[in-house]
């Protein structure tokens, strides 16, 4: 029973690693085709330059995903790569993290932490953003349209803007794990340590400029033992 299981485990192994090695070139050519969109290629809200050309690195495939992701997310779209990419690490390893043989119940959470996400990051790229020329629709998207128009009636544009960016740190945390409070942490810590760092830096500047001042001050001591006498000699021959 203990081969067999083992058999078990090795090839579930093997397919996640094909799966992972399948799902990153979908990822990459995604990403790709989202960083050279180009409003003059053809695509779903568009029909392109009049002489057909392909500015895209993904093709005609590529410029017809790119234009619509950009039509539903907005500049939101830019992290889709990454979202489907925490998506396919969910299904294959987050299924069953403690090796029970029973689905968890944290993949859930953070699917519902990504679904957040995309939301009320369209959402507040729509009221903050506004238009967008070199997209196929406004900075949030058909769904940040949707979702910013619908919280702005509800609770104006004060409240839908604190209320969607709660949502995106409550969703960004669900997603990704990270407590707000700690990532705050995190970054105190990084502002203090440069903060202690520039004065290290500081005192070491006043300590050369405080020995720079010093040897300058010598030299002119120096300077004056030197021409000291020769001045008075000058002085005297002069008054004679």
Known sequence: MKTASSADQQRQKLWKELALVAVAPILLYLLASMIFYSTDDPGWSRTGSLD?????????????VADISFWLFGYVAYSIPVVLAGIAWIALYGMDSDGDGHVDFGPALRLLGIVGFLISATGLCHLIGGPAPDLPAQSGGFIGALVGKSMSMMFGGLGSNLFLL???????????????????????AGVLALIGKFGVQWQKYNEQLEKVQKKFEQLDRQFEELMGPRRRHRTASHSS
Do not use: E, K, R
Not at 55 to 61: D, F, K, L, T
Not at 166 to 188: E, H, N, P, Q, R
């Open 166 to 188: 709660t949502v995106f740190l409550l969703s960004v945390t669900l997603a990704t794990g990270l407590s707000g409070f700690l990532v705050m942490d995190w970054i105190g």
């Open 52 to 64: 057909g050309s392909i500015h895209n690195i993904g093709g005609v495939v590529g410029a017809y």
